[in-house]
């Protein structure tokens, strides 16, 4: 059997400040892992003018898993070519369409479940001779199926309670998507399921989140709401996520940008990355005990040491090295 291979992508802004802990964590955890370090994003179009360049693309969908720093620069933010476009490839490119945002926070626990690679953000866009701007929301029933199904089997792991987030009362996706939920519905009889309009679900999201298990929505209210989890849960600094396809590697990345407000000045909260790592473990190297020490690690570091967006003083590094002097020194496994 050939080693498990993850390709590594620090990226953009605080991208390697955060990556290089995941990557010394990584090495402690599961030293029989290869990390392959490829460009992405900005860093990538300085270096080949390309947002994702082809061998980037060739050695993700040859990995075992993809580990993945922010992207975004404002450098580009005027120019045709953006780092941003080449996430969206490599999303596409993976096909991984069920992105998995896990929110925890004392009474709080749920899981959103957001499609990743379709709706506004990969329909067709332009400008009409006229000079009106559009971008089109589309969704095929089959990739509404896929994310549905994939919210009710991890409810049915979990809770056993799915809310199901559109805009049925506007929009026509909305109500394809209600009907699939319906009509998926039946076959998990042991899943408690709602609908939620997404103006609601912001809401609920905000003053009563206890009452979530798994939330499954579309690409960008998905965005959106899972940056509002994010918020009422400890802020983008401690919020991972998984983006898995059906049999190809998975993409892990912190929920949080490349915060180029903070880059370069060591502040950057690396426990997003970290628990993404750790979603990385256990979903894309199939380590769930090394995932279980890494997060019980990052939550006893955390006792005593915090970075400043967490009101504390500790720097990237500091809370890297705190988080791995609380790894069990027997916890590497031993992956081939
Ligand atoms: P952002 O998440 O980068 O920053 C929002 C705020 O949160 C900033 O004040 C930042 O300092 C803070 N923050 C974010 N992560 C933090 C961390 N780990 N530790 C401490 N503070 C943290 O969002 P933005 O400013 O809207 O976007 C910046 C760039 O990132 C843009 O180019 C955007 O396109 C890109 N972006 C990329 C991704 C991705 O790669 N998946 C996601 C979101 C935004």
Redesign the pocket.
Known sequence: MSRARVVFLP?D??GPE?AREAQLVLEQLAPGVEIEEHLLGGAAIRATGNPLPPETVDACLAATAVLKG????PEFDAKDVR??QG?LGLRGALDTYANLRPAVLGEVDMLIVRELVGGLYFGAKGTREDGTVFDTCEYHPRQVERIVRRGFELARARRKKLTSVDKANVLETSRLWRRVVDELAPRYPDVEYEHMLVDNAAMQLHSNPEQFDVLVTENMFGDILSDLAAAVTGG??MAPSASLSDGGPGLF??V???????AGSG???PV?MLRSTALLLEHGLGLPDEAAALTAAIEAALQTTK?P?LGGSATTSELGAAVRAQLPVDAAATVS
């Open positions: 990226c802004g605080i955060v922010p992207v975004g620069d780092p941003e996430l983008l600094g990345e912190p949080h940008g490349s915060a180029p407000d903070i502040a950057a909260n997003a970075t967006d």
